[in-house]
């Protein structure tokens, strides 16, 4: 009976002490609001590609969505739309074509920053892009350094595209809101 009172003791105490472990931290946080717009520049053919296609399923060939292809990018984030513009990080990752009825794909990308105010900073974003939509919203998922703890979200539309060229920009609209401990 004692070994029993003193088990629930000790789990009455841990969870006492897991509730009030986020109150602890709450009043050490500072939480700030970031909003900026940056732009992607997308080169998926050579000279000079950022987009490469790894792996592809066995119905991608007969998909009009490409569905299953699988590609890494190190696309380029800039301060204007031209890809001329200011550099001022990179968007590492992984996209996969995930739908059989409309473009839309499922990316999981870094947005590394190697300039400007954010430099040494990087946040993750994770979920789908239909790209036939407008305007599309996908979720921060954390980051280091200016978004800790980031969450938050983007809003991104297609902003241009050069066939001639195999370039396509996007422009990114990010709120989120980081927080450190």
């Known amino acids: 009976m004692a070994k029993l ?3 629930i003791l000790l789990l009455i105490s841990s969870l006492f002490i897991a509730l009030l472990l ?4 709450a ?3 500072k939480n700030k609001v970031i909003k900026f717009r940056f732009f992607l520049q997308d080169k998926y053919r050579d000279p000079n ?3 490469y ?7 991608t060939s007969s998909s009009p969505t490409s569905f299953g292809e699988v590609c890494v990018v190190n696309d380029p984030l800039t301060v204007g739309p031209n890809h001329t513009s200011k550099l001022i990080g990179y968007a590492q990752g992984v996209i996969a074509s995930a ?3 409309v473009p839309a794909i499922h990316a999981t990308i870094t947005f590394v920053f190697t300039a400007g105010k954010y430099k040494g900073s990087s946040f993750n974003m994770v979920g789908r892009n239909n790209l036939f939509e407008k305007f599309r919203k ?8 200016a978004f800790e703890m980031a969450r938050g979200i983007i809003t ?3 902003y241009s595209s050069d066939p001639a060229t195999y370039r396509a920009t996007f422009m990114y609209d990010i709120i989120a809101v980081a927080q450190k401990l």
Do not use: E, K, L, W
């Not at 986020?22 to 931290?25: E, I, L, Q």
């Not at 296609?53 to 119905?59: E, L, M, Q, T």
């Not at 996908?138 to 350094?145: A, C, K, Q």
């Open 5 to 7: 009172s003193i088990t």
């Open 22 to 25: 986020p109150v602890a931290y």
């Open 27 to 29: 009043g050490r946080s």
């Open 49 to 51: 590609r950022t987009v």
């Open 53 to 59: 296609s790894v792996a592809r399923a066995d119905v």
């Open 99 to 101: 739908d059989f009825n």
């Open 138 to 145: 996908i979720p921060i998922v954390g980051g280091t350094g």
């Open 156 to 158: 991104t539309s297609n």
